[in-house]
Each structure stands twice: as structure tokens, then as C-alpha cells.
């Protein structure tokens, strides 16, 4: 990892910054620079669908549909290393354990089936025969109420349905997927505001839009393909708004790193026109602010005999509890919606201004409204925002969450859920002759409350790192050893399988960019973005290894080996020909997936039907919910607390897919060499005695008993608002209780972790 240095970055995103970052890591994964010709597959109609973010892919892609961080996800998919049988010869899981998780996954792609060999320490080399039959035979033995079927968001739309019925046959509906640590809060808080669960925006939305309002996500390093419609509307004058505590890079400025022009001119376009950097967990009152500042305007205009500045023919058509939110809003004193966003009221007023005088603007967010304890609220805070000026279901115009995993939202829409409602389970009795089971299932928290209790003794993970994933590491992964079965569907080794239960399986798989052969031939498979668009993807990379198998031949596997035949149900036949799953989705779905197998490479893919696209509120009013949140803190943590304490904001690096460390170089915050750091503000750092450079521990402010510790992070003077503080995920996930969830969508609340910071003692003084 060389030197820690940590300097300013002063260049745009994109750029040259980021074809070195890729060169780099073509060079390290050993992937010649012919076998980049893979990338110029990447998110095109005959190639593959990238296996990084979610975002959307246009209908006319440009030569290099990729970006500098999905360029990334394909060499580390695709990289010439191997974690074989004789790696576990060399090391024993004791001492992986040690091992950072960049290290883990730097072994390279898992090429066989494993068995934990409790006597030797080991991952020992196992048949998928003995495999499956002996996972089966456990999972026959355990109570169905007692396993969990986890899915990380990148399985794709046939394998995720074949698991969810795999789950169901079995008995129960504990499907809790990645999406309830990210964008729970949009599928709660959106269903109940405008009765869908998902954005309303489309790409093309983004054409015709006059101003976009952009909170907490950070396009540069976790969206990045979504700069090129920023920067299109930018060219158009477009004013885009931004609420982030950090001055994010992508959002200040940027290059098209695929435009030889502006390479070479170093030019680069401003993205944000306002960047207001509020406090962690001040979105509530920074949007009541806003929307006080529009009803005073609009009073103020019709006062003068004006048609007022929110759509009053909108509101008396389309929504429902208007009155009630403008007794919220007059309600909200200005001072203290300053002190809790800490903002300026004319910061909020000058965004008032210009939302006001736009006609068709866009509502963006990601993680850093959802991950809060009042994240739905936080979420529907904006609805009610967009629906004062009719700002949901007409052109140019939407909601738009940035959701995380390539294919997260499509688990959701094809029965990965723990939420029966959210299913047509009469549909799937009357398809295949079977009960399913009607009771909740458990999602991602409850789910570890049940190991914690004991309560859940079988895992199964669809990908994903779980256990890295949650909150409360220390606690979490002393429980988790305590489970009976534990199996993971993984293409590389990391923490998930080191920490595991009595009897543990790793199961490699093929990857999403390789050639995937079955009975009937070469097999494509579906997957859908951030915007309800579906998509076809084809592999184009030869198979790691002759041992790996595909992911629907597994969950097949698995189904074939746990559950009683079904005549109605041939596994063997839908893995020898995918088309069979996808007609058989439809037949589950036939709204949503009308011709699906016909459209699946439709260019530019083919959206799902929104009804809140049409104005058409699928809520329990018939109409869109305005939202009155219960106060103002999205983190309504303890008791009163002192100045020592900060609220921790936990994200993602530039180098980086969750748990998935590609390398040590976070460039736009200019940190190199080390992940081990705490963004802190200079004033705090004066306040509390501390220097830059110097090394912190830092602890989790909570009133249960536990004592959640992190030591030796360097701090790092940063810009970044007074009183909060920040560090990567997920070495931090430590410090983040199990209980500082939302409320509502009970997704752990990564943001705005109330802790103290002290300087390191050194061990001389701690013994
Ligand atoms: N390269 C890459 N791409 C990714 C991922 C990755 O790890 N690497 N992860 C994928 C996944 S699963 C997801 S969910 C998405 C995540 O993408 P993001 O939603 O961008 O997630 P984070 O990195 O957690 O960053 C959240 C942003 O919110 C800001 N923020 C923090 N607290 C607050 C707050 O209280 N209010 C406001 N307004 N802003 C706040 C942070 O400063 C940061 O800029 O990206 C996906 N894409
Ligand atoms: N503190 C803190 N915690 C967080 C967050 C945060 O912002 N802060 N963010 C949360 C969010 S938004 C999310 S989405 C979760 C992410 O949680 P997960 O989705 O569980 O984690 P990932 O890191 O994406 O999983 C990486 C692993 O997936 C496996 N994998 C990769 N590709 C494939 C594939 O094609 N098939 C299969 N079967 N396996 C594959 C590899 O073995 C790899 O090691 O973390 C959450 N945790
Ligand atoms: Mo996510």
C-alpha cells in the first residue's frame, strides 16, 4: 500500500486521475491490456451489464460505457489470481482472520466447492455432490423459522426468483437482501408517499429537466456514469443544488475522461451551482427550511394577486394532508432548523428561489438520507418538497434514489423480500402447488438480533459479505459462530467465511462477465437499474475455473437437495435454459414482465410500468402523502450531550465497492496508503486537543453496556462540518450499534453514530 500521504486533490472527477487509477489496476490483476477489450463489452446491448453500480444505461452507448470505478469491478472480477485448495494448504483460517480485506479478496477468484475443516483449521476441497447433499441434509434437519436465505443485490433477476421460491418451498420468508442496510427507506417511505417503492425518474428525464436538487450521494466515486447526464445538463444551464457535509469532488467538478477534447484541454464543468455542506443528519430541517421559504413566498405572491409559487391545482387534485404539513412548516422556528441543518437561512432561501422558478426539477439521493435513524422520514421529508410544485409524474421532472448493488432494486421487484405483502404469494401457490408461508420474514437487523438470540442457526448468502457488512462487528461475529450451517455463494474470499458456523461451505460461482454454458447453450441473464429499466446481460469471459458453477444451477442445487420433489417445478430444466425462468417470472409477474423474454434486449432496455409516472397514487389514500415527520432530528440519539461528542458519518472510498477494498487510494480526498483515518474539522480538532496526523481511538456513545472501541485512527483535518466526523466502511462498522437503526425500514443507521475521540494511548501507558 506504500507510504500513507494525505494532500489536497485538486483535479476534477474523471480526467486523469482516473485512466492512470485504471491502468493501475489493469496492471495489478495481471488482465493484459488486450483483455481490456472486455470493458468495450461493458454495458453495451451484445455484452454485459456492468457488475459495479446500479445507475442507468443509455439507449445509445458511447464506445467506453464504463467508468474509471466499473472498469475497476471488472478487472477485479476477471483477474488472473486464484484461491484454490492448496491457498488453505498454506493458510489456516486463524490466520485469515488476521488478514485486512483487501488481502482476502486480492487472493484472487475462488475456483472450488470448500468445506471448513474444524480439525485441521482449514477450507478443505469438497465434491458439489457431498456438497449439496450434506448442506440439504442440514437444512432438512433445522426448522425453516431458523435459516436465513441472504441476497447481496447482484444475483440476477433469474437466479434471485429461483432463491426466493427456494426460501418459500422451504418455509419461510427470511429473504432479507442488501437493500435493508441502503434503500429500505426509499421502498417504505416512497410506498407510503407516493405508492410506488422505487424512483420515479428515467434517463431521459434528465434531458429535459431545469434543476436538479442533489442530496447526499456522491456521484464521483459511487455513481460515476451518472456525471455524463449531469454535466449534459449542466451545459444547459441547469442549476444543480447540493446538500453533502463533504464537498464531494464529483460534485464540484468534472471531466469526460471518454472525451479526448476535454482531456486534453483539461477543461472541466462546474456540476454544482450551490453546495451547501450541512450538518450530518440535518436534511429534515434543511428541506423544512426550504419548503417554509416557498409557502412564505407563495403567500407572499398571492398576497399581491399572483397564481402563487406552489402548484395549487396539483395539491387539491393529487395529494392528501397539505394542511398538516403547512401547520408543520409555520410551525419550525427559523433559528433552530439553522442550528440543527447548520445552514444559513438564506442558503435555504437562495435554493427556494431557484427550485421555485424551475418547472421540472429532479430529487436525487443516496446513503446519506437513508442511512440515518429517521432515514424514511428523512426520504419522504423530500417528497413532500417535489410534491409542493407538482414535481412527481410529469417530464423532466421525479424522484430519484441512487440505489446501490447492480440489480438490488430487481431482487426486490422478482420476490426477494421478507415482506409477504410485498409478494403474490396466491399466485405463486396456484403456479407450483404449494403453501408458502405467510408470516414476516426477517430482514437484515432482525435477522442478526436472531443470531444474537440464537434464535437463527442456518445462513445462506447469495453473495455479499454480511457479516462485514453490519453493524456491531465485535458482537455480531462472536454470535455468528454459535449458527449450525453456515453457506456462502461467493466469487471471492472475504470475512464472511472465516467467521462461520459448525458446518460451512464456500460455494464459488460464476461471475456475472463470464460465459455461462448450460444444456441448451449459451445462457443471458436480466438484471434491473436504478430507474425500473430491465436489461439483458451476456458473459464474455471464459469461466475461472471447470469447478465453478453458475448461480441458478446452485440455488438449484440447493433446492434439489433441501426440499421434497415438486412436479410442477423442474430445476434441472431452468438451469439448462434460462429463458424457462424468465418465462416463468412472467407468468408470476405478468404486469411487469409482458414479453419478457421478446424485449430483454430491447436497446436501452425496457422499463417497468410506474404508476406514480402517470399520477396514479397506489397509496392507502388513493392520493401522493404529504409526510409530517415527527421533530427534526433525523438522529434522535441520547440524552443530552456534551461537545465532546461528534456524530460519525461511515462512507465509501474512491477505491472501493462496499467491503470490496480494490486499493488504498481514496484520490479526490487525496488519502493514500491508509484506510485507518477520521475526517474531523480543524475546530474540533483544536477543541478536543488533538493534531492533524495524530492518532485517535475513537468510542461509540451508547447507554446499552457495550463498549464499541476503534483504535489508531490518524486524524485528518478535513472539510467537514464542526461536531461531525468521518471514516471509511467497514472497518468503522464496529462502532455502530445494532440498535441505531431507522425506526421505520429498520436499516442500520451508518450516518451520524454519536462517539468520542481521544488521543491514542500508547501501550506502555495502557498496561
Ligand atoms: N465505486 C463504488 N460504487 C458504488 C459502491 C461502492 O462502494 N463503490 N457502493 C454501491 C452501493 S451498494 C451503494 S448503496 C451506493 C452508495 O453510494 P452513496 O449513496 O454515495 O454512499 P456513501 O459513500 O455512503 O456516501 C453517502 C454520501 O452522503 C453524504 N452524507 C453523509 N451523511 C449525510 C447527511 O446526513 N446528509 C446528507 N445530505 N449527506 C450525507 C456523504 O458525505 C457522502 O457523500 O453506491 C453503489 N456504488
Ligand atoms: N458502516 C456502513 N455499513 C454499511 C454501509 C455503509 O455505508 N456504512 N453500506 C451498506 C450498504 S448500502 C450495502 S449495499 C451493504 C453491502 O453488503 P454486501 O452486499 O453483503 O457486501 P459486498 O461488499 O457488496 O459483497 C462483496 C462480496 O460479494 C461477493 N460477490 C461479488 N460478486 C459476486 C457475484 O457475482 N456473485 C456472488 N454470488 N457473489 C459475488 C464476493 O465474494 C465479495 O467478497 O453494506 C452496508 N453496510
Ligand atoms: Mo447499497
Not at 469447478?547 to 439448462?576: H, M, T, Y
Request: hydrophobic share 35%.
Amino acid at each position: 500500500m506504500g507510504h500513507p500521504t494525505i494532500e489536497a486533490y485538486e483535479d476534477p472527477a474523471g480526467g486523469w486521475g482516473s485512466a492512470k487509477s485504471l491502468v493501475e489496476i489493469l496492471t495489478r490483476e495481471e488482465i493484459p491490456i488486450s483483455g481490456a477489450a472486455m470493458l468495450m463489452k461493458q454495458n453495451k446491448p451484445d455484452g454485459f451489464q456492468c457488475v459495479s453500480c446500479a445507475w442507468a444505461k443509455p439507449e445509445k452507448p458511447s464506445t467506453f460505457e464504463y467508468c474509471e470505478n466499473g472498469a475497476k469491478a471488472t478487472a477485479w472480477e476477471q483477474t488472473r489470481k486464484r484461491i484454490g485448495p492448496d491457498f488453505f494448504e498454506r493458510h489456516t483460517v486463524s490466520e485469515l482472520l488476521g488478514w485486512s480485506d483487501y488481502d482476502l479478496e486480492e487472493g484472487g477468484r475462488l475456483t472450488h466447492p470448500l468445506r471448513y475443516d474444524p480439525a485441521s483449521d482449514r477450507y478443505l476441497l469438497v465434491s458439489w455432490e457431498d456438497a449439496l447433499a450434506e448442506i440439504g441434509q442440514e437444512l432438512r434437519g433445522l426448522d425453516p423459522k431458523s435459516v436465513v436465505f441472504y441476497a447481496s443485490g447482484r444475483a440476477s433477476l433469474e437466479t434471485s426468483y429461483m432463491y426466493g421460491l427456494l426460501a418459500r418451498m422451504y418455509g419461510n420468508n427470511n429473504l432479507p437482501d442488501s437493500s435493508n442496510m441502503c434503500h429500505e427507506p426509499t421502498s417504505v417511505g416512497l410506498k407510503q408517499s407516493i405508492g410506488v417503492p422505487v424512483g420515479t425518474t428515467v434517463l431521459k428525464d434528465f434531458e429535459s429537466t431545469d434543476c436538479i436538487l442533489f442530496f447526499g450521494q456522491n456521484v464521483g466515486s459511487n455513481a460515476p456514469r451518472m456525471l455524463h447526464p449531469l454535466q449534459d445538463a449542466r451545459r444547459r444551464g441547469v442549476p444543480i443544488i447540493t446538500f453533502n457535509p463533504l464537498r464531494e469532488r464529483g460534485l464540484e467538478r468534472f471531466t469526460n475522461p471518454q472525451s479526448p477534447l476535454e482531456m486534453v484541454a483539461k477543461s472541466s464543468t462546474r456540476i454544482s451551482t450551490q453546495y451547501h455542506q450541512l450538518k450530518a443528519g440535518g436534511d429534515i430541517a434543511a428541506i423544512t427550511g426550504i419548503c417554509k421559504a416557498l409557502l412564505a413566498a407563495d403567500r407572499a405572491a398571492q398576497a399581491t394577486g399572483g397564481v402563487g409559487v406552489i402548484d395549487h391545482g396539483f395539491i387539491a387534485e393529487h395529494t392528501h394532508g397539505f394542511d398538516e404539513f403547512v401547520r408543520y412548516c409555520d410551525g419550525q422556528a427559523w433559528p433552530v432548523l439553522e442550528r440543527r441543518s447548520g445552514l444559513k437561512r438564506a442558503d435555504l432561501e437562495a435554493t427556494a428561489v431557484v427550485y421555485g422558478n424551475a418547472e421540472r426539477v429532479i430529487g436525487i439521493y443516496g446513503m446519506g438520507l437513508t442511512q440515518h435513524r429517521k432515514g424514511t422520514e428523512t426520504v419522504q421529508m423530500l417528497v413532500n418538497l417535489m410534491l409542493l410544485r407538482g414535481n412527481i409524474g410529469k417530464p423532466g421532472a421525479g424522484i430519484c434514489p441512487v440505489r446501490g448493488h447492480s440489480n438490488v432494486q430487481g431482487q426486490r421487484t422478482v420476490g426477494i423480500s421478507e415482506k409477504p405483502e410485498l409478494v403474490p404469494l396466491d399466485r405463486l401457490k396456484e403456479q407450483y402447488g404449494f403453501e408458502p408461508p405467510r408470516e414476516k420474514g426477517l430482514n437484515t437487523v432482525e435477522a442478526c438480533e436472531g443470531i444474537l438470540s440464537g434464535a437463527v442457526k442456518g445462513f445462506v448468502a447469495l453473495g455479499g459479505n454480511f457479516v462485514r457488512a453490519i453493524p456491531d462487528t465485535e458482537r455480531m461475529e462472536a454470535a455468528w459462530r454459535r449458527q449450525r450451517l453456515t453457506v456462502q455463494i461467493s466469487t471471492k474470499l472475504n470475512r464472511s467465511h472465516l467467521v462461520h458456523g459448525e458446518i460451512s461451505y464456500i460455494l464459488p460461482c460464476l461471475g456475472r462477465i463470464e460465459i455461462d454454458e448450460q444444456a441448451s447453450g449459451r445462457q443471458v441473464v436480466s438484471m434491473e437499474d436504478s430507474t425500473s429499466c430491465f436489461h439483458g446481460s451476456t458473459g464474455v469471459a471464459h469461466p475461472v475455473s471447470d469447478q465453478v458453477r453458475s448461480e441458478p444451477w446452485i440455488v438449484a442445487g440447493l433446492a434439489k437437495a433441501a426440499l421434497a420433489p415438486n412436479p410442477r417445478i423442474d430445476w434441472d430444466a431452468w438451469v439448462g435454459d434460462y429463458a424457462k425462468v424468465r418465462e416463468a417470472i412472467e407468468s408470476t409477474y405478468p404486469a411487469v414482465f409482458e414479453n419478457f423474454n421478446a424485449r430483454l434486449f430491447e436497446p436501452g432496455g425496457h422499463h417497468k410500468p410506474l404508476a406514480a409516472r402517470e399520477r396514479r397514487w397506489e397509496t392507502a389514500t388513493g392520493k401522493a402523502n404529504f409526510a409530517v415527520p415527527a421533530g427534526l432530528n433525523e438522529d434522535p440519539d441520547l440524552p443530552p450531550r456534551g461537545p465532546e461528542v461528534l456524530d460519525l458519518i461511515t462512507l465509501r472510498s474512491n477505491d472501493q465497492f462496499n467491503t470490496t477494498v480494490y486499493g488504498y487510494h481514496d484520490r479526490f480526498r487525496g488519502v493514500k496508503g491508509i484506510r485507518d483515518v477520521l475526517f474531523m474539522h480543524a475546530a474540533d480538532v483544536a477543541r478536543l486537543d488533538l493534531a492533524d496526523g495524530e492518532t485517535v481511538d475513537v468510542v461509540t456513545e451508547s447507554a446499552d453496556g457495550y463498549v464499541r472501541s476503534v483504535q489508531g485512527l490518524r486524524v485528518v483535518t478535513y472539510d467537514i462540518p464542526e461536531g461531525n466526523c468521518a471514516g471509511y466502511y467497514p472497518e468503522l462498522n464496529v462502532l455502530i450499534p445494532l440498535w441505531h437503526h431507522d425506526e421505520q425500514a429498520k436499516t442500520p443507521a451508518a450516518k451520524a453514530i454519536p462517539v468520542r475521540i481521544a488521543k491514542t494511548r500508547r501501550s506502555a501507558d495502557a498496561n
